[in-house]
């Protein structure tokens, strides 16, 4: 304070006993100068998470899909295999569901983190958050001819709402916490790789300057590229180019040689009667075709003795700027640009960007996380090109969509006798009651728990009187009852997961309660139906429910129109031949909800038409321009529901091992948790060039006996259901 005057001291005196915030000016008297430019936003915070949750392996998929016993066997050589076609060992990729900032916060802290490091820890980061603030969880879905926008799901909107519903700042605290964690992961030797666009570009080069150092950038990239049929006129010079900056964790980054763009149409016309087949010229060939000019490098001491090295080649012009004109993004409409490429997402890019990218700071078997995967195409040149890679998202449908496309990916790589590695879907476990409520960090310790249980405590309220159920007291994991049923409800921004339901079955054996709702806007992937089955057991018939979004609509809670619809069935039928296995689709069931067709129909104006989902189907609602309206049923059959199936014959093989921290020893110990691994031994889905589907798997070898055929299914959603069969392999069943 000795810089201080009196009365500037008499002044933050006033006005921290007023209880305001003290002027800027204070921040710079207060505290040392350091001469720095600083970027400030609403709740800035240093602070940053240091969670660690349990990773939880819910499916395995080594074997792209073996059409004959004898198929695993051959690709068991190339990649250290048992002949189901398992991966025995090395590096297994990671496609994660979940939050971000609490997944990188777990690779960061956790035990996963030391298996990084063998890896020689994370060379490139590359993430392509969604800076356009228009941006939201919406998907286009294909239905027959129509295409059906499906909302996001509670959990992906309050993201939605966290990240900029409150405006940029939000988005810049949210990717600012990340970045922090992100440049702890990555290697010394790596670095991060971030695309944007003019929306937030300035923004985030002061962020990334904040969290590595200015002295730590090392290029600002322009990717340019030009409207692919016309565009719309515009008042203003259009916006064709995206920014993509690189920064490096150290001065000592890793760095391949830069690529080279073409040689200039000049000195491809003066050489072009020279190229071989390989686009190379020698100076054998050259000598022959240019006799006086080779004579003149040759006294100029620039020939080889060997002739035949290649002195030229079509790819071996300047070194690339950064500026790249070279690379148009995907087209949605009329095809793609680039083979193998599938359009899954508005803002996706094409391959050969991230590509550049990627083999600009990597090498073969390095390692490259993405945590904002959307639909998988970092992934998919990892694997492609022998890189090891992590992929998470917060989108169950883009997880899905990415588990699709590195199924592909692994297809094509088998198809070609090349290796390919074995991949695996995580979830993360555990979460604590503050990561999903929403409490304000800014308050006392005192004051948040306070917000945590009135938060609590009035989302609790409104599901009970949508569920048209009633409050209990005394339980620790049930909230009301309905029709002599009691009734638990899952969190509001995670999903229901394993250790919830384990929870109520406890408390359901020690107070001999029967049956039991349970009531989730999302559920993890692979819960069902191993825990119902384990509930069953115990005499518990527990019914889980789908909370649906139209809680939140005041007026449909007050009409009693809101449906909670029951988690999808499937129903399957084994073949037999012998000691061979086949599974056969047979029926599958939804009942999800979106919209209502009074209400279409209610609002619809003339000549305009809207899809909507009631009860499992999905309906198309038309007003012509005479007000008359029109209904058509676009889900003719079951199978329009499903866009991917699967079947691990042999399920409860592999043990869902995960490692939790001992709170006496701070060692990290190998718990089983009680399930099991699905390993995804044969799939059929479609693609947005193939709508077909199998309905039947192939025949599988099994060794005689009793064992347990697991089927999932996904839906055109990426919600995923499972059944389990017990079959009796080489005996009647």
């Not at 040759?298 to 003795?305: D, K, M, N, W």
Request: glycine content about 6%; aromatic content about 10%; overall charge negative.
């Amino acid at each position: 304070m000795a810089r201080l005057t009196e009365q500037e001291q008499q002044e933050i005196i006033r006005f921290i006993e007023a209880g305001k915030p003290l002027p800027d000016k204070y921040r710079f008297l207060l505290f040392d100068d350091k001469r720095e430019v600083e970027l400030v936003w609403n709740g800035k915070t240093n602070e940053v998470t240091n969670v660690v949750l349990p990773f939880q392996t819910i499916e395995q998929v080594d074997e792209p899909r073996a059409e004959k016993p004898e198929d695993a066997a051959a690709q068991a050589d190339l990649f250290a295999m048992d002949n189901r076609g398992r991966q025995l060992q090395g590096w297994t990729n990671k496609l994660i569901w979940g939050d971000n900032k609490l997944i990188l916060s777990s690779l960061k802290s956790g035990p996963m983190r030391e298996e990084i490091e063998r890896q020689g820890g994370i060379k490139l980061i590359y993430i392509d958050p969604p800076f356009d603030v228009g941006a939201d969880f919406s998907m286009d879905i294909e239905v027959g001819e129509d295409t059906f926008t499906k909302r996001p799901n509670i959990l992906e909107e309050i993201a939605y709402r966290d990240t900029w519903g409150k405006g940029s700042d939000s988005f810049i605290a949210m990717i600012y916490e990340r970045l922090v964690l992100a440049k702890a992961l990555l290697a010394d030797d790596g670095s991060l790789f971030l695309h944007c666009d003019w929306r937030l570009n300035s923004a985030l080069r002061l962020v990334l300057d904040e969290v590595f150092g200015s002295n730590r950038y090392v290029n600002e990239i322009v990717w340019c590229y030009k409207d692919l049929g016309g565009g719309r006129n515009t008042n203003f010079y259009k916006r064709k180019h995206d920014n993509i900056f690189w920064y490096s964790k150290s001065e000592h980054f890793q760095t391949n040689e830069i690529e080279r763009a073409t040689l200039s149409e000049s000195t491809l016309d003066r050489f072009g009667q020279m190229f071989d087949g390989n686009g190379e010229i020698t100076y054998r060939r050259f000598k022959e075709l240019r006799p006086t000019e080779f004579a003149t490098r040759a006294s100029q001491g620039r020939v080889p003795e060997n002739l035949d090295e290649v002195f030229l080649s079509k790819s071996h012009g300047r070194q690339l700027e950064d500026w790249w004109i070279d690379i148009n993004p995907l087209r949605k409409r009329g095809g793609s640009n680039y083979v193998h490429e599938e359009f899954f997402y508005p803002t996706q890019k094409p391959e050969r960007l991230i590509e550049r990218i990627v083999k600009t700071v990597t090498k073969d078997n390095d390692l490259v996380l993405d945590f904002f995967a959307g639909s998988g195409t970092t992934p998919a040149v990892c694997e492609r090109i022998g890189r090891k890679w992590i992929a998470a998202d917060l989108g169950k449908f883009a997880v899905h969509a990415t588990r699709k496309r590195m199924i592909s990916v692994q297809r094509r790589l088998k198809a070609e006798g090349k290796d390919y590695r074995a991949f695996e879907i995580l979830n993360l476990g555990k979460y604590e009651r503050q990561h999903y409520v929403g409490v304000n960090p800014d308050l006392r310790e005192e004051q948040r728990q306070q917000q945590l249980e009135a938060r609590e405590r009035a989302f609790l309220n409104l599901i009970l009187r949508a569920y048209r159920a009633e409050k209990t007291d005394g339980f620790a994991s049930f909230h009301g009852k309905r029709a002599g049923r009691l009734v638990a409800i899952g969190p509001v921004n995670m999903p229901v997961s394993r250790l919830f339901v384990e929870e109520i079955i406890l408390e359901c054996r020690k107070k001999h309660i029967s049956k039991v709702d349970i009531l989730g806007f999302e559920f993890e992937m692979g819960l069902f139906p191993n825990v119902l089955d384990e509930a069953r057991a115990k005499g518990i018939d527990i019914a889980p429910k789908y909370i649906p979004r139209d809680v939140f609509d005041k007026r449909a809670v007050e009409r009693n129109q809101v449906v909670f619809h029951d988690v999808s069935f499937i129903e399957v039928r084994p073949h037999f031949k012998a000691n061979i296995v086949s599974v056969e689709l047979t029926d599958f069931s939804v009942f999800y909800s979106q919209d209502s067709i009074a209400n279409a129909e209610a609002t619809l104006k003339d000549k305009q038409s809207k899809i909507v989902v009631e009860k499992g189907q999905i309906i198309k609602v038309s007003k012509d321009k005479d007000g008359i309206l029109t209904r058509e049923q676009l889900t003719e059959t079951w199978t329009d529901w499903i866009d991917y199936w699967s079947v691990d014959f042999d399920f409860e093989s592999k043990r869902e091992i995960v490692r939790i921290q001992n709170p006496d020893t701070g060692e990290w110990e190998e718990q089983w948790t009680g399930d099991y691994i699905f390993e995804n031994e044969w799939q059929s889905f479609r693609t947005k060039k193939d709508r077909s589907l199998e309905l039947k798997s192939v025949f599988h070898e099994c060794a005689p006996g009793r064992r347990k055929i697991a089927v999932k299914v996904v839906d055109i959603f990426g919600n995923d259901t499972m059944t389990i069969v017990d079959v009796n392999v080489g005996g009647s069943n």
